[in-house]
């Protein structure tokens, strides 16, 4: 599938990963709906990029129904009957990870847990999907920037990027979009997880 040709629905998609992967998308000339529950970042990103926002708590079933409703067909329930294109696919889930569902340091149990789930999923997903022609891939990226590493003091950051063996710096939300983005692209890309980390290895602690 090419990028000119994705309407895709973006779930935390007006602030970093997220936004990075709606801009990546509308400048290839595709088209992206945001879901989201910041309701300021949403109206910029509208203004920014012409894309939708719609307000939606991901943690809800019935909210997430109603705005895949109005947007862009691209839930896996409603995906099944759009019009296959080559190799008979007719989407694509891209589901975000992180590298601490491999290396969970302490106090990340919660987390890694989380995580790991989402990893988990990916093959078994991307079996059962595979009878309507949907793809179902994952990324886990390492240490990104994003805001919560922007509020961080700059020796935390610092540090943090000292610890990525190359490039020995955080990584940029545009990397991950590129991925995805070749993901959408490469249909021979399905079941399982792509690591986005610079070839970190996080430590206990």
Request: net charge negative.
């Amino acid at each position: 599938m090419q990028l000119n040709q994705v309407k895709a629905l973006v779930t935390g998609g007006v602030s970093g990963l997220g936004l990075a992967v709606v801009r990546h998308i509308i400048a290839s000339g595709g088209k992206a709906v945001m879901l989201d529950i910041n309701d300021g970042a949403g109206a910029a990103a509208e203004a920014e990029l012409g894309a939708k926002y719609l307000r939606t708590d991901v943690t809800s079933e019935p909210g997430v129904e109603a705005s895949v409703a109005q947007a862009a067909k691209a839930a896996a329930n409603v995906m099944q009957h759009n019009e296959p294109l080559e190799d008979s696919e007719r989407g694509v889930i891209i589901s975000t990870a992180s590298v601490a569902a491999f290396e969970g340091q302490i106090g990340q149990a919660a987390y890694s847990a989380s995580k790991g789930g989402i990893v988990g999923m990916t093959l078994p997903m991307a079996r059962e999907l595979s009878r309507f022609g949907i793809r179902v891939m994952t990324i886990a990226p390492g240490i990104f920037w994003t805001p919560m590493v922007d509020g961080m003091p700059e020796h935390i950051q610092e540090s943090l990027s000292a610890s990525i063996p190359f490039p020995s710096r955080l990584g940029r939300a545009e990397e991950f979009a590129v991925l995805a983005g070749n993901i959408i692209e490469s249909p021979y890309l399905n079941g399982t997880t792509i690591r986005l980390d610079g070839a970190v290895r996080l430590a206990p602690k």
